[in-house]
T-cell receptor, first 112, second 113 residues
Framework: QKEVEQDPGPLSVPEGAIVSLNCTYSNSAFQYFMWYRQYSRKGPELLMYTYSSGNKEDGRFTAQVDKSSKYISLFIRDSQPSDSATYLCAMKVNNQGGKLIFGQGTELSVKP | NAGVTQTPKFRVLKTGQSMTLLCAQDMNHEYMYWYRQDPGMGLRLIHYSVGEGTTAKGEVPDGYNVSRLKKQNFLLGLESAAPSQTSVYFC????????????FGDGTRLSIL
């Protein structure tokens, strides 16, 4: 079993929809949780970054972490065609050289 | 500000050939990383460095070597390329503290025939 599990999709939604992306994990030592967005033929770019449990909001994006359930989510409100990309969750343990463990990535397509 | 730059962007090799991938960052980051990305596997850490002159193994280090002779550069070497090393390789860098995010380059697409 992988340490971080993410549904690879693909996920297709109409423009304006609310998108929910999720990851589960097995290592209770993870403390830092990230969401990266990756456009085709580009490197991942950091979208959201949270520490421990709770919610974080940035514009149309909300990240949630539930450490008791080992479950993290990314919500995208009012989705746009420009949000079409692969979304990768990533996690790390404190004091391990910054090593990230990634999920497989979810491919999202927002149709006009 | 260039950020993280990877060279080359594309390369085709024959089995058994060797090559070096170069990563350069201009953000004065302490930590640097090499990942590979394969379909359905996400990104997997190959090697990383926590400072000039240091290197350490990641999740999938076999068949690769690395060097960090200068703080801004991190080299990934394939001594004898194998078809299983066909992948997209990403370099990343970050400041030294655990809570600092990693910044990625745009990748090197490597095919080994």
């Amino acid at each position: 079993q992988k340490e971080v599990e993410q549904d690879p999709g693909p996920l297709s939604v109409p423009e304006g929809a609310i998108v929910s992306l999720n990851c589960t994990y097995s290592n209770s030592a993870f403390q830092y949780f990230m969401w990266y967005r990756q456009y085709s033929r580009k490197g991942p770019e950091l979208l959201m970054y949270t520490y421990s449990s709770g919610n974080k909001e940035d514009g149309r994006f909300t990240a949630q972490v539930d450490k008791s359930s080992k479950y993290i989510s990314l919500f995208i409100r009012d989705s746009q065609p420009s949000d079409s990309a692969t979304y990768l969750c990533a996690m790390k343990v404190n004091n391990q050289g910054g090593k990230l463990i990634f999920g497989q990535g979810t491919e999202l397509s927002v149709k006009p | 500000n260039a950020g993280v730059t990877q060279t080359p962007k594309f390369r085709v090799l024959k089995t058994g050939q060797s090559m070096t991938l170069l990563c350069a960052q201009d953000m004065n980051h302490e930590y640097m990383y090499w990942y590979r990305q394969d379909p359905g596997m996400g990104l997997r850490l190959i090697h990383y460095s926590v400072g000039e002159g240091t290197t350490a193994k990641g999740e999938v280090p076999d068949g690769y070597n690395v060097s960090r002779l200068k703080k801004q550069n991190f080299l990934l070497g394939l001594e004898s390329a194998a078809p299983s090393q066909t992948s997209v390789y990403f370099c990343a860098s970050s400041y030294g503290l655990s809570n600092q995010p990693q910044h990625f380059g745009d990748g090197t697409r490597l095919s080994i025939l």
